[in-house]
């Protein structure tokens, strides 16, 4: 028997041989290309899915190392995670036996932090490592952390890992982030679905990711709305009453060059325009991703639309106000 790898902290990938392409132009291109779903919004779905344990099914998945690597961490967890056909995982999180994402996971994927919010939210405790196996100080996660402490949390750091627990159950609250974080947001976001009371997140990202993992939630039966172009508010959800549901990714979206294409009348063309949670919503669940220089993929299901679940207004809090399509377009700079 071979002697056990022995522990290290740094991870050190394996080499990767290189390969040069040789392209000959010249030739008009014509054809169809499939677009998948864009990688940062299917790894959020990932760790949505481990709020319930109902089976998700999502679909139009990208087949890249990053999902390869986060279908195997849950798995680890104790998930059942079924790759059926090409772009299609269904996953259920019944009986997580393993609250723990060890070095080896985090050091291969960045993202594998996002489990932190809905293991801790579900199961009141969870260890998980310093993302990308980093020390502490590079590239931190402190704005999970305090996010997670906002909402009840006891977290400790020791030895690379972070011990979160929840006594009893995780406490809506104000979440209110120095300044805007993807990741961040969508972590106080899955977190606060499990969370008692009412939580509002503020500054909120405003990336397409984020309405997708929103979307997403709302057909699983949470109350998640984004109220303003800046703040995401959470109702009160049961696991216990978590249903089952069918998505795919939204399409990766252009690069840091891109800027919104103009109509005649000066609004945001609706083909490069991110949709509104209200917007999306009326979408079939089993609708593929599109991307802005293609059409709409047919369904590959038959499920019905899902409606917007709409949070109970209070008389404490200001008015809601439905995001417009103007007020929700982000136009990015050019670099």
């Excluded at 000066?266 to 949709?275: I, K, N």
Aim: charged residues 20%; aromatic residues 6%; contains cysteine.
């Amino acid at each position: 028997m071979a002697d056990a790898r022995p522990f290290h902290w740094e991870y050190h990938p394996e080499p990767v041989a290189r390969e040069v392409f040789r392209i000959e132009g010249g030739r008009p291109l014509n054809g169809t290309v499939p677009i998948s779903g864009a990688k940062n919004a299917a790894l959020k779905l990932f760790a949505a899915a481990t709020l319930t344990g109902e089976r998700c099914r999502l679909t139009n998945v990208p087949e890249i190392e990053d999902v390869r690597v986060m279908a195997e961490t849950l798995r680890d967890l104790g998930v059942v995670v079924d790759h059926p056909t090409d772009n299609v995982y269904e996953i259920a999180s019944g009986d997580v036996e393993w609250l723990f994402v060890p070095l080896e996971a985090a050091a291969r994927m960045r993202a594998s932090f996002m489990l932190l919010g809905p293991l801790l939210a579900r199961f009141g405790r969870v260890i998980i490592s310093n993302p990308g196996g980093d020390r502490i100080g590079r590239r931190p996660v402190n704005l999970h952390v305090e996010a997670m402490q906002a909402l009840g949390a006891t977290i400790s750091y020791r030895n690379g890992y972070y011990f979160a627990t929840a006594p009893g159950r995780l406490r809506g609250t104000e979440v209110r982030f120095p300044f805007v974080s993807v990741m961040g947001t969508e972590n106080a976001m899955l977190a606060a679905t499990l969370a008692e009371g009412h939580t509002v997140i503020r500054p909120a990202a405003r990336e397409p990711e984020v309405d997708d993992l929103i979307e997403f939630l709302v057909k699983m039966g949470a109350e998640v709305e984004r109220t303003y172009p800046d703040t995401i508010e959470v109702e009160a959800s049961d696991a216990s009453a978590a249903r089952s549901t069918t998505s795919s990714p939204i399409g990766s979206r252009p690069g840091p060059s891109w800027s919104p294409a103009r109509s005649p009348a000066g609004s945001s063309d609706w083909r490069t325009r991110p949709a509104t949670t209200s917007q999306r919503s009326s979408r079939p669940c089993s609708a593929s991703a599109s991307a802005s220089s293609a059409g709409p993929t047919p369904s590959t299901s038959t499920a019905p639309p899902v409606s917007t679940a709409a949070i109970a207004p209070a008389t404490s809090r200001p008015p809601r106000i439905r995001v417009s399509p103007r007020t929700s377009s982000r136009q990015r700079p050019s670099c």
